[in-house]
């Protein structure tokens, strides 16, 4: 039997999932019975959100429609949102071929392209797919043509099929089994399994996800983590097909699955580590994966009932399943110990929060996100900060520096003029401009990390009317007019409220924060003045009143009825007294009044 190893890459929302589903059940993987949406997206978050935030392994056997040759197909689902990049890079890794996935109907977007050039940069082939062909507004010769233009893809070697009918899934498998090459393993070789991911389960310990590129695994075999140096007895073997199966026969080179060894010690394993035999190890490990480059930091606090220690075993947990989270320990005077954790972005942030306190049952206060600045101290030093609490002094400081992304924006000509003015608002350098179609057009603009992470993307789908999309890299650090700006509260700074800001939108900056601040804190029976500061100048204050006492209440005994009567005495009161004072006085009486002869 033959193996296929592949992925399925495309922008978010283009039917990823759905096709995985349809070759699911036309290879027979899963029953009618069985039969859901979304099958691969096991997380209750994934469900709700319509999104991927895991990628998912499977294992299926196809028989070749024309040829009745047998094949052995291992596929990931892969997340399509730009902040889980990490997850696409380590399964287009454990692969030889991808699946590029492109919506009939919206054409070419920036997470396409990104993709599309992972896979390249890999050494994947790629097998173009345009999707929905079933919609009304589905357009499959243009969108063939875009992808030949843009990503240099040949428009003959388009399928043309919709995942939600099951049309051209048939001609997408046997082009799978085709067009992509097989695994170049040795069986023979000495052990090399590249570990791809990777979970905790209270009763196994950890269970390791497996790509072999050389020799092979059974149950009953000692192996040795080589980055770890810990060895371990393998108890279980197993493939995705697509739940958990375990298998008596041996793994090979070129399959995929998993391994379970009472791993119990969460350090042991890394992702990207290589597994090899202890008797015989590989002379040397895999490549393994680049380490992913966090975007934006913020810390997380136990709040409510939850206790330091059920939060550090819940953050080390994900952090198994996700490596692109990372956290170290954290102190404030405010909020006691804590995370400061990293994040690819803010969905993916958002994302760590909800499963931290949906999976592990905690509570958390979160921090203002916040981007890595470099600082160049006047002794030549660069240092690293992830915290503005963390500045040195400012008159230690010659310069503050902030990381710049360059942004691809793909968006319908008539939103191209708003565009450009909310990027020049965030202080974008414009780069280039180039047709993408008749209708559709590509921006290139250098923009800071730090204006886009917040409200960027929704403003964007905003204009656009949720047709346009963007793709961000890092491209380095620049020195600007930056500054800390300390949150006060009576007086006190809070470390935890503490940004760096551009000087030229602090008092809008820390307006807004303060307003925020304001609905947030009860009051009480003392005024409370909240204060954003710049080293010792106040640049915004608003207060929180004091609490008083209610006199008419307690006059009257809380009689809705008799206060209700008092207050409108006192409106015509008012009424009156306006009446009289707008009364026109003839210029006779002031001269009168005025003339002291009278």
Known sequence: MEIRNFCIIAHIDHGKSTLADRML??????????????????MDLERERGITIKSSAVSVDYAHSATGGRYELNFIDTPGHVDFHYEVSRALTACEGAILVVDATQGVE??????????????????????????????????????????????????FCSAKTGQGIVELLDAICDRLPGP??????????????????????????????????????????????RTYNITELGKFTPRMT??????????????????????????????????????????????????????????????????????????????????????????GFGFRCGFLGMLHMEIIQERLERESGVSLVQTAPTVTFQVLLNTGEVVEITNPADLPDMSRVREIREPIVDVEIITP??????????????????????????TRQI???????????????????????????????L?????????????????????????????????????????????????????????????????????????RKNVTAKCYGGDVTRKRKLLEKQKEGKRRMKRIGT????????????????
Request: aromatic fraction near 8%.
């Open 25 to 42: 059940q036309h290879t027979g993987a899963i029953s009618e019975r069985e039969m859901r949406d979304q099958v691969l997206d096991e």
């Open 110 to 159: 920036a997470q396409t392209v990104a993709n599309a050039y992972l896979a390249v940069e890999a050494g994947l082939e790629i097998i173009p797919v345009v999707n929905k062909i079933d919609l009304p507004s589905a357009r499959p010769e243009d969108v063939a043509m875009e992808i030949e233009s843009v990503l240099g893809l040949g428009a003959d070697d388009c399928i």
């Open 184 to 229: 170049a393993g040795d069986a023979a070789k000495p052990t090399q399994a590249l570990v791809f991911d990777s979970e905790y389960d209270d009763y196994r310990g950890v269970i390791t996800y497996l790509r072999l590129f050389n020799g092979r695994l059974k149950v009953g075999d000692r192996i040795r983590m080589m980055r770890a140096g």
């Open 246 to 335: 375990p298998f008596k026969e041996p793994i090979e080179a070129g399959e995929v699955g998993y391994m379970v060894a009472a791993i119990k010690s969460l350090e042991d394993v890394n992702i990207g580590d290589t597994v090899t035999l202890d008797a015989r190890p590989a002379p040397e490990p895999l490549p393994g994966y680049r380490e992913p480059q966090q975007m934006v930091f913020c810390d997380f606090y136990p709040a409510g009932e939850t206790q330091f220690e059920a939060l550090r075993d819940a953050v080390e947990r994900l952090h198994l399943n996700d490596a692109s989270f990372t956290f170290q320990p954290q102190h404030s005077d405010a909020l």
């Open 413 to 438: 000509n008539d939103g191209i003029g708003e565009i450009m003015r909310l990027c020049e608002s965030r202080r974008g350098v414009y780069k280039r401009q180039q047709y993408l179609s008749e």
């Open 443 to 473: 921006l290139d603009y250098e923009l800071p990390l730090s204006e886009i992470i917040y409200d960027f993307y929704d403003k964007l789908k905003s204009i656009t009317r949720g047709y346009g999309t963007m793709d961000y890299t």
């Open 475 to 547: 491209k380095g650090f620049r020195a600007d007019n930056l500054a800390r700006m300390d949150i006060l509260i009576n007086g006190q700074p809070v470390d935890a409220l503490s940004t760096i800001v551009h000087r030229d939108k602090a008092e809008q900056r820390g307006r807004a924060l303060l307003g925020r601040l304001k609905k947030e804190i009860d009051r009480h029976m003392f005024e409370i003045p909240l204060q954003a500061a710049i080293g010792g100048r106040i640049i915004a204050r608003e207060s929180i009143r004091a609490m």
């Open 583 to 598: 009364v026109d006085i003839p210029q006779e009486a002031f001269m009168a009044v005025l003339d002291p002869g009278e």
